[in-house]
């Protein structure tokens, strides 16, 4: 029988080489987090499957691993049974609706204002293609109970400290909010039923151009004027900047909303990034319900990082109005990006202690641990027959020192010098 | 309609408090392991369902989570189909299956001897109860490759260390060797084809003793001179010592290896546990092939650490011989003893600045990273009316420092004298 030892399909095997470049990356993102007073929590990636499906995920609720009822609860006798009859759980796909629970379930016993941080993985079945998987990393912060601006500026502080600290600097904060979208959009002439599928339009503007989004809209049932109106929109509101917003209906308080918090985390930027507003920027869920961001970096066709405000989707849960903001790091695509450059983790020192078989080895995990105390990283390994190509795929393996062992004085030489 | 807010079935929220105590010892295991050169792989969580299946799991392949097929590949219309037919994934129950389908995927590019590290969490469908969930968390430490005495006496050595550097010391590794078992439980009379059902029963020891041991080896179909002998067997060789082993068959050879590795770990433990050979040791998994392990810690019901070697699964993968032994931390329970005991993060300084709601925010921002770079982990949020409250529940957060912002001079208080 031909075993397949594969990972299942868009799920990924981890070297230790690549797993050590995320462990980096993810404790220096978790250690800016924390020290910034985000609290980390952990919640199950396995959710009842009636929560799953009673999200607003849109188009996620399709991608979404469904797990077998067990035991009695299967019930093949059942006539012209569906999927629902058939699972009772489902694999998360995405951190928010976890997140939103969790707040409810627990909130008697957390700050009135939350700043919680969660990092795991999530599970959409997509057709699996190279760089996109089915499983992978996001790394969220949010702010629950915060309806002030304050949110919006320790989000994207402390999202941009965290690839900062990096060496992620030269990124753009895309800024923009649901509600001046909305404004313009109404006023170029659609109807309040028409919003959600002219931003699914326009959303393509990354991909398709100007052109594209303007062939798109003509292709629909939507007046003619209003298409035409928006397209001149979009062409002309970031040449113009905010201050043009009034014109198209969008109310001052809004607008300075947008102003100080734009200039705000600009000032606090102090250079390291940018900070711009950008009307093109819509981003996908429909759940957003006010400001939205991204962080744009280098020449690639997607953000690294998003979010924004979903002030309806937390409270939804108990029915009650709760003010929430989230930013996700798409961590997948930032290791990659750190990858392609080339990242290598700071100040790693890993020595290969070699032995040979005839030495005692409890002497030899002594003097290991002789030689971590002096701060190495040390892996005892018994020494080949041929050192030299023993000694070259340690080198491979990212270790840079290595040491033969001895009973009387065991030397540290440099693996890159053999 | 009623929303159910709590975890999935068996599931669990993890909350902040517990979330920093669970993360400080995972942090404290995992650097042991890697500063003594365990490489950290990871494995998905969701694994094609006939590697589960087709695993040594005995027990737990009953309690795999499985993932029903998407789109077309679930067929409803075939008729009496069964639960294989609808399901193609399924979720691990351990790290081992994953750890060996990874080395044979993989090992072109790993050392010819491989040491591993893998802690993610495991998932059964078993029934719920109090402290006993349906996923959880695993640190598994395995050496790939090496057939000799160095994996054990290095796979003991590193799983003790790591418990010493969370102050856990007073435990006993308890030893034992399968071939041991295999070799005293022939001499006693039973048969080869007997030895699994009998170490089934011997397993039971703790929980029903010497005497129910005997009742129930009784009860099954066995020589009663058998059962006689080795009832003796189990009451007198731990009194006796490895040395009467030769006299109940046991291999010279086997003798002088068991007697190594304890008698070299407690050389190195240098009276921080300690190392016992008990032939009462039997462990469940029918995959291991050599030396059993566990960790006693204080008069706990069960182990906190588990292991042995299993020579023939990983080269099943692929047909061949792959020698292979492991240990693991249960986590999990690990973690409810230190939290049993009180058990705090050390140096932990966390700070609450808080502001009022005319600050300019990113000042206090800013005023923040200021006491950042001082060490402190800092948490920004508005002052509230009732200020002693809200300092209150702080302190119940886990914090210990606050201060109240100032645009001129924002001083530092302990949290506990106010």
Known sequence: MKVNLNPAKGMRDITPQEKEIR???????????????????????????????????????????????????????????????????????????????????????????????????????????????????????????????????????????????????????????????????????????????????????????????????????????????????LESINDKGTSCLVEYGVSEEVVKDVEEIINQSREFADGKYDVEFDFTLIRGMGYYTGSIFEIAYKNLGYSIAGGGRYDEMVGNFIGEKIPAIGFSIGFERLVNQLMDEKFKVPNLEKLVLLYESGDKYIDVLKKADDLRAQGYTVAVYEKAKKLGKQLNQFTEYGYNKFAVYSSEETEVKDLSSN
Not at 57 to 62: A, P, Q, T, V
């Open 23 to 233: 462990d980096y990356v993810e404790g220096v993102i978790v250690n800016t987090y924390k020290q910034s007073g985000f609290e980390l929590i952990e919640t199950p990636v396995v959710e009842n499957i009636e929560n799953l499906i009673g999200s607003k995920g849109g188009e996620n609720l399709k991608l979404i691993f469904k797990i077998l009822k067990r035991g009695e609860k299967l019930d093949f006798a059942k006539e012209g049974f569906t999927e629902e009859d058939l699972a009772d759980l489902g694999l998360r796909y995405d951190l928010t609706v976890p997140l939103s629970r969790f707040y409810c379930n627990n909130r008697a016993n957390l700050p009135s204002v939350f700043k919680a941080m969660q990092v795991g993985n999530v599970f959409r079945a997509e057709r699996a293609q190279k760089g996109r998987y089915r499983s992978f990393k996001q790394c969220d912060i949010d702010i629950i109970g915060d309806g002030t601006k304050s949110a919006e500026l320790e989000l994207i502080a402390t999202t941009a400290k965290a690839l900062n600290a990096l060496n992620v600097t030269d990124f753009v904060v895309r800024f923009n909010d649901r509600r001046v979208l909305k404004a313009v959009i109404l006023k170029c002439g659609f109807t309040e039923e028409e919003f959600d599928g002219v931003c699914i339009i326009v959303d393509k503007l990354d991909k398709v151009g100007l052109s594209g989004v303007e062939k798109e809209l003509n292709e629909k049932d939507y007046s003619l004027g209003a298409s035409a109106n928006l397209v001149k929109a």
